[in-house]
């Protein structure tokens, strides 16, 4: 259920820029997931499960990168250097405003690679807002100046290291 709230007084702008609205400027639906799954299709295992039905609990621990050895450092980059030449079979991106696609009717996105998808996903929700008469407002940052930074990134790396696994 979306709030009708109006928006605060930090952002006095409307109707512009896409991530007012978000997600539902893009789409109206998804899946709510069952059990120990999660995704945008519910086909992936929460975070700590993993197995055929999602039932095995799984501990991650993240070493710290200076008490790696060469190998384990060796291995952590080669999985970057990979994402960045594996296209995701998940997620496109934008390359227009939802504006540009004329509400819709003329879809403007592109393939991209999985490394290169958590760069713009970081990029989206920080560069600067859209708003009236083509202008742009470059006093907000909607990653960083807002209550949502700590459980945003929080998320954004977990997302980040579960494609990298």
Known sequence: VLSTSPLGPNFPFSGIDDRENWPTVFYNRTCQCQGNFMGFNCGDCKFGFTGANCTVRRRLIRKEIFRMTTAEKDKFIAYLNLAKRTISSDYVIATG???????????????INVYDLF???HYYSSRDAFIEGGQVWTDIDFAHEAPAFA???RYFLLRWEYEIQ
């Open 119 to 121: 760069v713009w996903l």
């Open 97 to 111: 405003t939802y504006e540009q696609m004329n509400n819709g009717s003329n879809p403007l996105f592109a393939d």
């Open 151 to 153: 459980p945003w990134h």
